[in-house]
């Protein structure tokens, strides 16, 4: 049991003398009055002494107290609950912590509420023409420091039979077949349409070779050949070769170099494209639509397996032949080549032609739409998708087993694998189920320390269970009445917020308790039966007060976080002030209630010996560590006042008679007998060692930049991480690659989310992304012939877009056009022999409508059907409806060579974001007259990256200082010494550089959960300073020494009992995977490491050296004074004349 400090033995203990019982030191008016709402502590006046009335109520009905809260907080526990919805999607590039206040952001959700708007049909006469992600499989020997081992051959007979049983996990599966990428056949719309576009080439190739081959005829062949490319992407090879041949012809060149060019070019890409769109792929022979095949893996063991024979073949002679088919093939090597695609995806970046040595290779596997029972790819493709989703997930477990396996039989080579979205947020979300345990861990620490520090099972679990039971209650005032409705997975850690100011709570409402026993006996004599209420109020006046400047500030420095234009750590901050809040309240009402209740009918029962039994009959109780009766001292003096009796200990550490008692506990001794002492005697060297820390920490707080790499959410060794990383840096780069696109907007004038909050986003009524309702821009119009011209154009001169991407290429990949409308629409002109552009404005409508006309039952759509409005780059009006002459708005597209899948840097990004904006300032000044301005984005939300980064920094340092202002204003309030709250405030800053500091020296760098880290140090790193704080101010004594030797004892020990559950409530965290969960863990523990070592060295310290005296800094008579001149008082009380 918790032994009573020297507190209220001092301040109630009464002596006899002439009068009746007078109260020692009643010359002095103590804390304690104050809080009692007495005069001074001396005879009848404590039968006033003014009970709160909720602490009435407390004492007389606490266990409907109890009931009550707990009956609210499970009813609003249960409805908050069941309300969260955690929000994992990203729709096109869109991310929750892309900053809502950005440009780059803005126009994100302006196209992405566009493209809501559009209805897709299907297509019934197509099959399986559409490839989703399947697995990448990634293969590397590595050293046993993780390094990769350039001197091992991953190509060794026994790596390949590795390859291979990887490969087969996913491929021999029995339900492959249902979700394989099938070969095309030759009945399908797209094989009709990719012949058509062939034989155009193979037109133009014999104009050529007769000396017809004008400009004109190679304009008809690129626009043939780049409407192919948009309705087989997958397959199209066309490249700016074109262009060349376009240029050569305009610069006289002969016939046969035209040839040579064109047959490379423009036939050779659409032969490639027509043998993709229908089934003359290697390992496709044979397929039909009655009997369809399975596309082979894109793997190297094409190379080195014969898949018939089921043997591997010679290892020089496959590597050779792979080594030769790194580049793009030629016509004439078709027929011999094992792949249609280039081999370098299967070899690092490093690799050179004829080095046939690699330590590292990958394989993907793709699957397709449309599923046995779907029309085609765009019938119901939620479900599909969902379907083809769950199998994947059904088999990935058998690539980590296999993982795992590898491991232990061959260390040095290591399998890694990636795939959708879907499938690795599975993932994510097992190693999260497991992760989670940290938090059952942390939880069953704190319920024992709270069990140890009382004593008590019962006052363990019913407080640990209030405190967990505010989670779930701030989620319902944030979710269901605020409607603040996002749920970031990152909130989990508000739990360990929760843990550490929970038992804080409680330990500083049980301490009081245990402590107001010393004046129970006087209690008892002066109220009679109002003493219990007596000293409920006691308690609940002192732990409200400390628990409000707790709390409060840590609140207020989550309220600071809510104006960051980074929505996740606003709708954090919204729900951890709520959390708090209600952490407040239960410290007030519930655990008063429970100690009491257990005081009451619990504790003797308690099955420990060193506890309160029973006593024999006619004895006085004996409490577990207590003296018997701890007035019996002062009661021995017959004088009404004694002044205060120092022994030898008692001068140096400048305490008073009332600290040289008995029955303090181990750590109570050491903070009164042994550290006080040392900070009244070293507090200049203390206070220069701490000041000059504190000074090197600043410096290097200076240093936290925003992250300009990937968000690190696993260890670098993982397996996963390792994948992602290689995936963006240590391969060859092709055409197969995966890249974004910079998109031109026209059409779109805003987004009107007036009706919704920003905390909106990822709902079902936004579709999972953003919301709002679009605002069209009614004054585009592509029929007049000079904006058909400008469109055409656009795409041209976007191409050019020249900037370096900061990894050697150029930002524009290869001026490659990714789409174009009127750049198709033209190609799809001239092969009817029709002109572009198009002079009727009539006309123009009625071909644009067949062009992009809508499937019709067995009738597929127009041509440019499937490559625009299914994959929502246009809306056009109904035809025969009132907006049959309308397009809402079109999307025009250049490859940029940035993986979408990836994050890049500022530097990386930034030179691209610039040419891009710059363009579109430059570009969009010729539009013709009447004509509305584009805008340029990116399909990957690249350019919110930039943005994404910068505001992590104005956002830390502003919701810093904010919170800082806030703790100032809370301190002030609390503490109501001015004196106190500066020096208390300069220590709190100090906890905050300190903790910034070692976040640079852990290596860290501004990123979402850095961030989040940065902006709630402030409300961590109160709590201890203020108990301090408090305590000084409280402190009987008036002199300097004294008042330190007072706080240090007095709430030492619960500010030790405090720092040791949040410890260790942290540590569980360090052994976690995710690394925001261990990077949280190591915040925790630094933040409440730098606030302990402050506050009992660098506060005391100064308050040891310059805290005031007497009343000294005390707001209250300021206070007092003010009102007394205001109501025309003298300061004695006597109105003034």
């Known amino acids: 049991?918790?032994?009573?400090?020297?507190?209220?033995?001092?301040?109630?203990?009464?002596?006899?003398?002439?009068?009746?019982?007078?109260?020692?030191?009643?010359?002095?008016?103590?804390?304690?009055?104050?809080?009692?709402?007495?005069?001074?502590?001396?005879?009848?006046?404590?039968?006033?002494?003014?009970?709160?009335?909720?602490?009435?109520?407390?004492?007389?009905?606490?266990?409907?107290?109890?009931?009550?809260?707990?009956?609210?907080?499970?009813?609003?526990?249960?409805?908050?609950?069941?309300?969260?919805?955690?929000?994992?999607?990203?729709?096109?590039?869109?991310?929750?912590?892309?900053?809502?206040?950005?440009?780059?952001?803005?126009?994100?959700?302006?196209?992405?509420?566009?493209?809501?708007?559009?209805?897709?049909?299907?297509?019934?006469?197509?099959?399986q023409t559409s490839s989703i992600p399947g697995f990448t499989l990634i293969f590397e020997e590595e050293t046993p420091s993780g390094e990769p081992d350039l001197s091992k051959d991953i190509f060794s007979p026994a790596n390949l039979e590795y390859i291979l049983r990887a490969q087969e996990v996913i491929t021999k599966n029995e339900n492959y077949t249902n979700y394989c990428l099938r070969c095309p056949t030759e009945d399908s719309v797209t094989c009709k349409r990719a012949t058509k576009a062939y034989n155009r080439a193979l037109d133009l190739e014999t104009a050529i070779q007769t000396g017809e081959g004008e400009a004109g005829a190679v304009n008809d062949a690129l626009s043939a050949a780049e409407a192919l490319c948009d309705i087989v992407p997958d397959t199209c090879r066309i490249k700016k070769c074109v262009q060349d041949v376009k240029q050569l012809i305009a610069d006289g060149a002969s016939n046969e170099t035209t040839i040579v060019d064109t047959q490379d070019c423009i036939v050779l890409g659409a032969k490639l494209a027509k043998e993709g769109a229908c089934g003359d792929l290697p390992g496709c022979e044979g397929a039909s639509a009655k009997k369809p095949k399975c596309q082979p893996a894109y793997s190297p063991l094409n190379y080195f397996y014969d898949f018939d024979k089921e043997k591997f073949n010679s290892r020089k002679s496959s590597f050779k032949k792979l080594d030769n088919e790194i580049d793009s093939p030629k016509a004439e090597d078709i027929p011999d080549r094992v792949s249609v695609y280039p081999a370098n995806f299967f070899l690092p970046r490093y690799y050179k032609r004829d080095d046939l040595e690699s330590h590292t290779t990958r394989l993907t596997v793709l699957l397709g739409l449309p599923l046995e029972g779907y029309e085609d790819a765009n019938d119901r493709t939620d479900e599909q998708e969902t379907e083809v989703n769950a199998w994947m997930i059904s088999v990935y477990p058998e690539l980590e087993a296999l993982r795992l396996e590898i491991d232990a039989a061959k260390p040095g080579l290591k399998l890694r694998w990636l795939s959708n979205n879907e499938v690795i947020n599975d993932y994510f979300n097992t190693i999260l189920f497991f992760d989670l345990a940290a938090v059952f861990g942390a939880i069953i620490f704190v319920g024992f320390?709270?069990?140890?520090?009382?004593?008590?099972?019962?006052?363990?679990?019913?407080?640990?269970?209030?405190?967990?039971?505010?989670?779930?209650?701030?989620?319902?005032?944030?979710?269901?009445?605020?409607?603040?409705?996002?749920?970031?997975?990152l909130?989990?850690?508000?739990?360990?917020?929760?843990?550490?100011?929970?038992?804080?709570?409680?330990?500083?409402?049980?301490?009081?308790?245990?402590?107001?026993?010393?004046?129970?006996?006087?209690?008892?004599?002066?109220?009679?039966?109002?003493?219990?209420?007596?000293?409920?109020?006691?308690?609940?006046?002192?732990?409200?007060?400390?628990?409000?400047?707790?709390?409060?500030?840590?609140?207020?420095?989550?309220?600071?976080?809510?104006?960051?234009?980074?929505?996740?750590?606003?709708?954090?901050?919204?729900?951890?002030?709520?959390?708090?809040?209600?952490?407040?309240?239960?410290?007030?009402?519930?655990?008063?209630?429970?100690?009491?209740?257990?005081?009451?009918?619990?504790?003797?029962?308690?099955?420990?010996?060193?506890?309160?039994?029973?006593?024999?009959?006619?004895?006085?109780?004996?409490?577990?560590?207590?003296?018997?009766?701890?007035?019996?001292?002062?009661?021995?003096?017959?004088?009404?006042?004694?002044?205060?009796?120092?022994?030898?200990?008692?001068?140096?550490?400048?305490?008073?008679?009332?600290?040289?008692?008995?029955?303090?506990?181990r750590t109570e001794k050491f903070f009164r007998d042994t550290y006080a002492p040392l900070v009244l005697k070293w507090k200049v060297p203390m206070l220069v060692c701490s000041t000059a820390f504190v000074a090197v920490m600043i410096y290097y707080a200076s240093l936290l930049r925003a992250d300009t790499e990937s968000p690190q959410f696993l260890p670098d060794n993982h397996p996963l991480w390792k994948a992602i990383v290689g995936l963006r840096d240590g391969w060859k780069e092709g055409e197969s690659e995966e890249r974004g696109e910079l998109w031109m907007v026209w059409g779109v004038a805003g987004n009107d989310a007036s009706n919704f909050t920003k905390f909106d986003f990822g709902q079902a009524e936004c579709n999972e992304g953003p919301c709002g309702e679009v605002i069209w821009e009614p004054s585009f119009d592509p029929a007049p012939v000079s904006?058909?011209?400008?469109?055409?154009?656009?795409?041209?001169?976007?191409?050019?877009?020249?900037?370096?991407?900061?990894?050697?290429?150029?930002?524009?990949?290869?001026?490659?056009?990714?789409?174009?409308?009127?750049?198709?629409?033209?190609?799809?002109?001239?092969?009817?022999?029709?002109?572009?552009p198009v002079e009727d404005e009539d006309e123009f409508w009625e071909k644009m409508h067949e062009?992009?006309?809508?499937?019709?039952?067995?009738?597929?759509?127009?041509?440019?059907?499937?490559?625009?409005?299914?994959?929502?780059?246009?809306?056009?009006?109904?035809?025969?409806?009132?907006?049959?002459?309308?397009?809402?708005?079109?999307?025009?597209?250049?490859?940029?060579?940035?993986?979408?899948?990836?994050f890049y840097g500022i530097p990386e990004i930034q030179p691209g974001r610039d040419a891009a904006y710059a363009f579109e300032e430059e570009y969009a000044g010729k539009q013709p007259e009447g004509q509305p301005h584009f805008f340029v984005t990116t399909s990957s939300g690249?350019?919110?990256?930039?943005?994404?980064?910068?505001?992590?920094?104005?956002?830390?340092?502003?919701?810093?200082?904010?919170?800082?202002?806030?703790?100032?204003?809370?301190?002030?309030?609390?503490?109501?010494?001015?004196?106190?709250?500066?020096?208390?405030?300069?220590?709190?800053?100090?906890?905050?550089?300190?903790?910034?500091?070692?976040m640079v020296l852990q290596g860290w760098a501004l990123g979402p959960i850095e961030a989040i880290c940065a902006t709630i140090v402030v409300?961590?790193?109160?709590?201890?300073?203020?108990?301090?704080?408090?305590?000084?101010?409280?402190?009987?004594?008036?002199?300097?020494?004294?008042?330190?030797?007072?706080?240090?004892?007095?709430?030492?020990?619960?500010?030790?009992?405090?720092?040791?559950?949040?410890?260790?409530?942290?540590?569980?965290?360090?052994?976690?995977?995710?690394?925001?969960?261990?990077?949280?863990g190591i915040f925790m523990m630094s933040t409440i490491a730098f606030s302990l070592v402050v506050a009992n060295v660098a506060f005391v310290a100064l308050l040891a050296l310059c805290g005031p005296e007497n009343d000294v800094g005390d707001m209250r008579i300021w206070a007092k004074w003010i009102m007394d001149k205001a109501k025309g008082r003298s300061s004695d009380g006597v109105d003034a004349v």
């Open 942 to 998: 690249l350019f919110t990256a930039t943005r994404m980064q910068e505001a992590y920094i104005s956002s830390t340092f502003q919701g810093v200082a904010t919170a800082l202002g806030f703790a100032l204003f809370s301190l002030l309030v609390f503490v109501a010494n001015i004196v106190v709250a500066l020096l208390a405030f300069v220590c709190i800053a100090g906890v905050v550089c300190c903790t910034l500091g070692i």
């Open 1019 to 1080: 409300g961590f790193s109160v709590d201890y300073v203020v108990h301090y704080a408090l305590a000084y101010v409280a402190a009987p004594d008036k002199k300097r020494a004294e008042r330190v030797t007072f706080a240090l004892s007095e709430v030492g020990i619960s500010v030790m009992a405090g720092a040791i559950t949040t410890l260790g409530a942290s540590a569980f965290l360090l052994v976690t995977t995710l690394s925001f969960f261990s990077k949280f």
């Open 787 to 836: 904006m058909q011209k400008y469109l055409l154009n656009s795409c041209e001169e976007a191409a050019k877009i020249s900037a370096p991407n900061g990894r050697g290429g150029d930002f524009v990949y290869d001026e490659k056009i990714s789409t174009c409308l009127m750049k198709s629409f033209r190609g799809w002109l001239r092969s009817k022999d029709e002109d572009f």
């Open 851 to 902: 062009y992009l006309a809508e499937p019709e039952e067995d009738e597929p759509g127009g041509e440019g059907y499937s490559a625009y409005v299914q994959k929502e780059l246009v809306r056009l009006g109904r035809k025969g409806k009132s907006d049959e002459q309308r397009m809402y708005f079109m999307i025009s597209a250049v490859t940029m060579d940035f993986n979408p899948a990836l």
């Open 1 to 127: 049991g918790r032994r009573p400090t020297s507190r209220l033995q001092d301040w109630y203990c009464t002596v006899p003398g002439e009068g009746g019982p007078k109260t020692r030191h009643a010359h002095r008016r103590p804390a304690s009055a104050r809080l009692l709402g007495t005069s001074a502590m001396a005879g009848d006046d404590l039968k006033s002494a003014r009970v709160h009335p909720f602490a009435r109520l407390i004492a007389k009905y606490p266990m409907q107290m109890v009931g009550a809260m707990f009956l609210v907080f499970f009813v609003l526990s249960f409805i908050g609950g069941n309300a969260v919805e955690v929000t994992f999607g990203t729709p096109s590039g869109r991310n929750a912590y892309s900053p809502t206040d950005a440009r780059a952001t803005q126009r994100l959700d302006m196209y992405i509420v566009a493209q809501d708007t559009i209805e897709v049909k299907s297509e019934s006469a197509e099959r």
């Open 449 to 489: 320390y709270i069990r140890v520090h009382t004593g008590s099972t019962f006052l363990a679990g019913m407080c640990l269970l209030g405190v967990i039971l505010c989670f779930p209650v701030g989620c319902f005032w944030t979710i269901v009445v605020f409607r603040v409705r996002f749920f970031d997975p």
């Open 491 to 665: 909130n989990v850690f508000l739990l360990f917020v929760l843990l550490g100011l929970g038992a804080d709570g409680v330990f500083i409402v049980f301490d009081a308790w245990e402590q107001s026993k010393a004046g129970l006996d006087y209690w008892t004599e002066a109220h009679g039966e109002d003493a219990l209420a007596v000293r409920m109020s006691y308690v609940w006046r002192r732990a409200s007060r400390a628990m409000m400047a707790c709390n409060g500030t840590t609140a207020l420095a989550f309220i600071a976080v809510i104006p960051s234009p980074i929505m996740p750590m606003a709708s954090f901050g919204i729900l951890s002030a709520f959390t708090i809040i209600h952490n407040w309240i239960l410290d007030v009402t519930l655990v008063p209630a429970l100690i009491l209740l257990w005081d009451k009918h619990l504790r003797k029962n308690r099955l420990c010996c060193c506890l309160p039994r029973p006593p024999p009959s006619g004895e006085p109780a004996k409490l577990c560590g207590l003296v018997d009766d701890p007035c019996a001292e002062a009661r021995t003096s017959t004088s009404s006042e004694v002044s205060p009796a120092r022994d030898a200990k008692d001068e140096g550490a400048g305490g008073t008679a009332s600290h040289a008692r008995k029955g303090l506990n």
